[in-house]
């Protein structure tokens, strides 16, 4: 591979030098356009050139033979490159030199910042530099048979390019346009055939060459790289745009994904300070084992039960699916009696279980709690009082605070 640069007045030419003939028979020369562009009188080769002279000097002339103009220079007929001048307009593109004349008969050449420079292997496949406007184009020097006696260049500029019937299929060179640099592809790009950006973030790709290796690759900001077991298992990112989300038996978490509980599986999402105290009718499937009052129970069928998000998530007490409503902040201290729940210490002394709506969770009041109306505490200690609220079923028990808590 070359490295150099050739501005395009200054291109080397191949040089030719003929047999003098009379100045007069330039008369007979055609002057029209030859279909290369150019108005320069036409000759069939460099032999009808004749002789190069001060009379002449910098005169052209286009030689149909070798496809290209000459010029008198210096008493010498130099060969013309093709070549247009490089500026903004061609900027990028890929030229071959067609004059043969010329010593760089055949090599393909790029236009970048005004100057002519040799291309690249990938930028003549492609037929273009490495810039913005192709950023993530694929090419690839696959080449292949075909009927007639020249050889093409199979273009994967993009992935649904298609492939010929009489293609050859064996390993090959492969590039991608990057930062504007045709670079080679990593093992995620060769196997999936994609560049790794914004809008391919997530995607899997797997390489099952070896089938006692099996590895999977997945683009993850701006880079194709080698997945985690926990990625491989769900075929996901696990990124705060997927906080919550479960795929087969893993949830994303802030720590990354990690196994689910049988309510996250149900609920299909994180329990978080954001969704404390919301209530879900949640699914279980055939199968799901519970522990419900101190018992498992496993379900023969699925079964939708109540679920809140508490500590984490766990199912709704009687209470709360009787009360029906979600403590919150509106509802903070606010208190409720279960009726249907009761606690029978003798007969002269029983009374219903009463609740309190405490940071965003009801919570069990302790006895003797609800009738003196608050919590047992050291400013408290040594206070009696008899508790003839609601709350009781029978007797009007005496309580002292001691200790942090109501005693009878």
């Known amino acids: 591979m070359y490295n150099f640069r050739i501005p395009f007045k200054n291109l080397?030419?191949?040089i030719v030098s003929f047999l003098l003939v009379p100045l007069s028979l330039f008369s007979i020369f055609a002057c029209s356009d030859n279909g290369s562009g150019s108005n320069a009188p036409t000759v069939a080769s460099s032999e009808d050139l004749g002789l190069c002279s001060a009379e002449n000097e910098g005169s052209s002339f286009y030689v149909a033979v070798d496809n290209g103009k000459y010029t008198c220079s210096g008493g010498t007929w130099i060969a013309v490159p093709n070549l247009s001048e490089?500026?903004?307009e061609n900027e990028n593109s890929v030229v071959q030199e067609t004059n043969k004349a010329d010593y760089f008969y055949g090599f393909y050449f790029t236009c970048e910042s005004q100057e002519w420079r040799k291309a690249s292997t990938p930028e003549i496949i492609?037929?273009?530099?490495?810039?913005?406007s192709i950023?993530?184009?694929f090419t690839a020097d696959t080449v292949y048979s075909s009927s007639s006696s020249k050889t093409y260049f199979l273009d994967y500029s993009s992935s649904s390019a298609a492939v010929p019937d009489t293609a050859i299929s064996f390993e090959v060179n492969r590039w991608v346009c990057d930062g504007n640099v045709w670079r080679g592809l990593t093992t995620g790009e060769y196997l999936s055939n994609t560049y790794c950006n914004d809008k391919t973030n997530g995607l899997f790709t797997v390489?099952?060459?070896?089938l006692s290796n099996i590895r999977i690759y997945v683009c993850d900001n701006y880079k194709w790289r080698a997945a985690n077991e926990k990625e491989s298992l769900t075929q996901s990112l696990c990124s705060e745009s997927s906080l919550g989300k479960v795929v087969n038996g893993y949830i994303c978490s802030t720590l990354g994904w990690r196994v689910a509980t049988v309510f996250e599986s149900a609920v299909q999402t994180l329990c978080t300070t954001d969704n404390a105290g919301e209530f879900v009718n949640a699914t279980y499937p055939t199968g799901t084992t519970l522990t419900i009052d101190s018992e498992s129970v496993t379900y023969s069928s699925?079964?939708?039960l109540l679920t809140i998000c508490d500590s984490g998530w766990r199912l709704a007490t009687n209470f709360e699916k009787s009360v029906g409503v979600i403590c919150?902040?509106?509802r903070e201290g606010q208190k409720k009696i279960d009726t249907t729940q009761?606690?029978?210490i003798s007969s002269y002394n029983a009374y219903y279980i009463a609740y309190i709506c405490k940071k965003s969770f009801w919570r069990e009041l302790p006895e003797g709690e609800f009738g003196y109306g608050a919590p047992c505490i050291p400013e408290l200690e040594g206070v009696t009082y008899t508790d003839s609220s609601e709350v009781r079923i029978a007797g009007k028990n005496r309580y002292t605070c001691s200790d942090s808590r109501w005693q009878n």
């Open 126 to 132: 492609s037929g273009k530099a490495c810039n913005a």
């Open 342 to 344: 009761k606690k029978i």
């Open 86 to 88: 490089c500026t903004d």
């Open 328 to 330: 919150n902040e509106e």
């Open 302 to 304: 699925p079964v939708k």
């Open 12 to 14: 080397s030419s191949f």
């Open 135 to 137: 950023e993530g184009s």
């Open 207 to 210: 390489d099952s060459s070896d």
